[in-house]
């Protein structure tokens, strides 16, 4: 499967200021997505982000709040802007990298980004 | 959008007895629903999956089992060992590669 290099790994944040976090695939792929996990809790899916295009946003995220870049297919980054306490959370980059045993995509994480917004 | 559930929140078991992890979904149209474990500090990674023309599969001591018309799924892990103890998510998704999760089953095995 592929490997996912995500960097920082852990960052403490001042209120109000913004910070990229970058994710890099050992390999080109069609399909990279950006997911949230706040402490003890589930993976929420912030954004699909396109090569050559505009991500695509779900419902209660937006692009002035989460701007994603996709120069290629092998990079994304992801910025949390104007950063409050509730966005202390794992930030987590995926891939569709291979299909499994039952045919279908599997997607794999990167190791995440712990921001801690004070 | 695609809703999926999962109870209990927390299980408990001894070593060596089973452990099921149930999940609901609300999408009829979901077609695949794979298992993650997150062990702690550490990224979600894929133990199995299933897709919808299938009703159940096994992987040594783990298997999935799916009901199509009542729309859950369930995680069964047999002879559970201590390395078992991690947080196991469910996931549901149309195909389209965009996943939904469930909430989580912090899973503790009792040496």
């Known amino acids: 499967s592929a490997v996912i290099s995500q960097k920082p790994s852990r960052d403490i944040c001042q209120r109000g200021t913004s910070l990229t976090i970058q994710c890099q695939v050992d390999s080109q792929v069609t399909m990279m997505f950006w997911y949230r996990q706040q402490p003890g809790q589930s993976l929420t899916l912030i954004a699909t982000?396109?090569?050559?295009?505009?991500?695509?946003?779900e419902s209660g995220f937006v692009i002035d709040k989460f701007p994603i870049s996709r120069p290629n297919l092998t990079f994304s980054t992801l910025t949390v802007s104007n950063m409050s306490p509730e966005d202390s959370s794992i930030y987590l980059c995926?891939?569709?990298?291979?299909?499994?045993?039952?045919?279908?995509?599997?997607?794999?994480f990167g190791a995440g980004s712990r921001l801690t917004v004070l | 959008g695609e809703n999926v559930e999962q109870h209990p929140s927390t299980l408990s078991v001894q070593e060596g007895d089973s452990a099921v992890i149930k999940c609901t979904y609300s999408d009829s149209a979901s077609n695949y629903f794979p298992w993650y474990k997150q062990e702690l500090g550490k990224r979600p990674q894929l133990i199995i999956d299933?897709?919808?023309?299938?009703g159940e599969k096994k992987d040594q001591r783990i298997a999935v089992t799916l009901n199509k018309t009542a729309k859950h799924f369930s995680l069964h892990i047999t002879e559970t060992q201590p390395e078992d103890s991690a947080v196991y998510f469910c996931a549901a998704s149309e195909g389209n590669n965009r996943l939904a999760f469930g909430k989580g089953n912090q899973v503790v095995v009792i040496p």
């Open positions: 982000a396109n090569q050559g295009s505009e991500a695509t946003y």
């Open positions: 995926s891939v569709v990298s291979e299909q499994g045993a039952s045919g279908a995509n599997v997607l794999t």
């Open positions: 299933i897709r919808s023309n299938v």
